[in-house]
């Protein structure tokens, strides 16, 4: 087998993989790394930030929940949102 068909074949079961990722419920520290793409050295100086489990002490869990709600929030309107507050608050 050519080196390029397993390059293929690797690239298609990491996506496979990530897909499969996307379907649990709960993230251990390594795959909730690799679900919001950030590197480790980043996701461990805010994993405070998010609540999580640590049932033996050690391994860190996470809900894929809250990782979801933590990413999207702070959320930052639209100049159409901010206007459509502003006109809303000029009416009162």
């Known amino acids: ?20 990722l996307f379907k649990k419920s709960i993230l251990n520290f390594d795959e909730a790394v690799l679900y919001t793409g950030y590197s480790k050295s980043y996701f461990y100086r805010i994993c405070h930030l998010i609540p999580h489990s640590k049932p033996s002490g050690k391994m860190i869990f996470f809900e894929r929940k809250k990782i979801d709600e933590f990413l999207i929030s702070n ?10 507050l502003a006109n809303d608050y000029m009416q009162k």
């Open 1 to 20: 087998m050519s080196k390029e068909k397993l390059e293929q074949i690797e690239a298609k079961i990491d996506k496979l993989s990530s897909m499969l």
């Open 75 to 84: 959320r930052i309107k639209t100049p159409e949102e901010i206007e459509e």
